[in-house]
Structure formats: structure tokens, C-alpha cells
């Protein structure tokens, strides 16, 4: 009896080093990261572009014809004194739109990048929130090319369970491969998927599991003022659209890290989600905002019908696409300013 109170007395002993070296490991890790900080080469120019101006406005776009269409469109005046830092390969542009502060980056496609981005982007910068414009695919017969979804809830689709064949329904929704076997449906050795929840952690909260992810209800209801904003029907002399596209705000919107050109898995996006664009970013850039407790805004173009019948992408549909999400884009960050809005922390 006491050889084994012995016992469990040098394991709790044993213990409570192991926990004791392992907080010591995390602290010197810790000091060590704030060191990095601080030696890091732009470490006093980052700095100084707080100092200079701020808070800013965060603009991130994600494919080369997007941020093409900035550059052209020259709302974007850069800082005389430092007009970009370059950091961990992307480059953050500083300066103004509309006279308002705005720091632009280019995240490069699918979630990973989007999301390393922004969070590079917030952690570096005082930013005030993050406005995302970009292109997308239509899953919703009733948009049309050049319109502008202004989401208000955006979901990442990508994530599943890959269920056994011949396995029981779930509580989540699933997409079962036999259903679309052709010419006849039935049974699949492919079985289907259950599409789960996105975790969300932020400070000060347990983890979420959410698989609906919230724009910022303030920004959203601002955005809503921008329903009747004219938009171009044309690119240039010779690209027109049939009809002038529109500003729609409130549909949900899809992220995955999928180019989405097949029409029978665009269809069950709708009617099982009641998604109207798909795309390959935005679902990260509002969960890092989210985790980070700041505002975000989702803008996006119609470029293409996801799989639908007309399924040759047109460079000129993705530019329009880009100009008209710019320029809902642009117009909301006047808005903001006007506004003067400060997010609850």
C-alpha cells in the first residue's frame, strides 16, 4: 500500500514537470516569435505605414484579372512616402481610395492562400476590416453575367465525410453519388458525402462549429444602400451585355477549393444550400475575420455559369465581372468612411 502511494506520488511529480518544461518550451517560443517580430527586415517600415495613416480599410482580391482591373481603373492612389511592403511573397499595397486609407493585396486562388493573406494582412497592419471583390461562378439561374452578389452568409462546401457504401442518412446534408448515375440512377461504390462544419476559433470564445460563416450584419446593412448603383453593361466598343446587370444583395454564396464547370453538382448546390455563386476564397477571408473579431464584406461578379450551358469562359465576361465587383467595391468603402463605422471588439 505504500510502495503504491509511492508510486503515485513520483507520477504526479513526474507530471507536473513534464507540464512545467512544456509551458517553459511555449514561453521561450513565445519570446522567441516576438523576437522574430521585431528583427524581422520591414519589421520599422511596417511600422512607420501605421504611423503614416490608418486605420485602414483591408482590400483583398485573389485573381490577376481582379486586381487588373483596380490598377485600370486608377481609384487606387498609392503612398507617395511608402506605396507597398512585400511580405512573405505578397505584396501590400498602401494608399487611398476615395480618399479613404486602404491597404490592397492580392491573395492568389483557393482558400489556403486567401486565408494566410489576411491573416499576414491583420496582424501586420492596423486594419479596420476587410472588404473582398471579386469573380464568381453563377449557381442561380437568376443572376446573369455582370451582376454583383453582396453575400450575407457564405459556407465552405469542401469540406465532407466520405461516407461507406450502403451507409445510414446523417443529420448533416449529403450528396449521394447514385443519385446522379446515368442514364439510370442507383447504387455507386463512391457512396456519398456528408458535408460538415467549418470550426471557428477567435479570442475569448470556444470553438464554433459553424457551417454558415456571417458577413458583418453593420457592413451588410451599409452595402444594402448600394442596391441601385449603376453598373456598366459594356467593356469596350466591340464586349456588351444583352441587359445592364444589378446589384443583389442578401443570397449565400459557396467556397471550395474546386473550379466548379459541371451543371448537375452546380444544380444540387441550389436547390440543397440555395447557394447562388461558387468560389474558391471567400469562405477563408471571412472566417479570419471572424476569428480576428473584424468586420468583413464579400462582393462578387458573375463571370461564368458554373457548368451551366454557356461553359466557354470569356475573358472579357471575367474582366466586366471584375470592374462591376470593383466598383460595388469601391462605392462601399466611401460608404464606410461616410459612415465612420467602429467595430465592436
Known amino acids: 500500500m505504500i510502495m503504491g502511494l509511492n508510486q503515485r506520488r513520483r507520477w504526479v511529480l513526474d507530471v507536473k514537470s513534464v507540464v512545467m518544461l512544456g509551458l ?26 501605421n504611423e503614416i495613416g490608418g486605420p485602414y480599410i ?4 485573389a485573381y490577376p484579372p481582379e486586381e487588373l482591373a483596380l490598377i485600370t481603373s486608377r481609384l487606387f492612389v498609392h503612398n507617395s512616402r511608402i506605396p507597398f511592403i512585400d511580405l512573405a511573397g505578397r505584396r501590400f499595397n498602401v494608399g487611398k481610395i476615395k480618399n479613404v486609407d486602404v491597404i ?14 489576411v491573416q499576414i494582412l491583420l ?29 450575407k452568409y457564405v459556407a465552405f462546401a469542401g469540406s465532407w465525410k466520405w461516407k461507406a457504401f450502403k451507409s445510414e442518412t446523417g443529420q448533416l446534408p449529403e450528396l449521394d453519388f447514385g443519385a446522379f448515375n446515368f442514364p439510370v440512377r442507383g447504387k455507386n461504390l463512391l457512396a456519398k458525402v456528408e458535408f460538415t462544419p ?23 446593412d451599409i452595402a444594402t444602400q448600394l442596391q441601385d448603383l449603376e453598373l456598366r453593361r459594356c467593356l469596350n466598343d466591340t464586349y456588351c451585355l444583352p441587359e445592364t446587370p444589378k446589384v ?31 468560389d ?9 475575420c471572424l476569428s480576428n473579431a473584424l468586420p468583413s464584406i464579400v462582393f462578387r461578379g458573375v463571370s461564368d455559369l458554373g457548368g451551366g450551358s454557356d461553359r466557354l469562359l470569356s475573358i472579357s465576361r471575367i474582366s466586366l ?8 467595391a469601391a462605392e462601399f468603402i466611401a460608404l464606410i468612411d461616410k459612415n465612420n463605422l467602429v467595430h465592436d471588439q
Do not use: C
Request: a negative charge; hydrophobic letters at 45%.
Open 24 to 49: 517553459g518550451l511555449l514561453l521561450a517560443m513565445a519570446q522567441l516569435t516576438v523576437q522574430l517580430r521585431s528583427n524581422h527586415p520591414m519589421h520599422g517600415i511596417v511600422d512607420r505605414v
Open 58 to 61: 483591408g482590400l483583398v482580391m
Open 104 to 117: 490592397y493585396a492580392m491573395t492568389g486562388e483557393q482558400t489556403v492562400n486567401a486565408g494566410i493573406t
Open 123 to 151: 496582424d501586420a497592419f492596423d486594419i479596420r476590416g476587410v472588404v473582398h471583390y471579386g469573380t464568381a461562378g453563377s449557381s442561380n439561374n437568376s443572376l446573369s453575367f455582370g451582376d454583383v452578389s453582396v453575400m
Open 198 to 220: 467549418s470550426q471557428l476559433y477567435s479570442a475569448g470564445k470556444p470553438m464554433e462549429e459553424l457551417f454558415w460563416l456571417p458577413v458583418d450584419s453593420e457592413w451588410f
Open 248 to 278: 443583389i444583395v442578401g443570397l449565400r454564396g459557396s467556397t471550395a477549393d474546386i473550379f466548379l464547370d459541371n451543371a448537375a453538382y452546380r444544380e444540387f448546390l441550389f436547390k440543397q444550400f440555395n447557394v447562388s455563386t461558387v
Open 280 to 288: 474558391e476564397e471567400s469562405a477563408a477571408i471571412v472566417m479570419a
Open 321 to 328: 465581372a471584375s470592374v462591376n465587383a470593383l466598383r460595388v
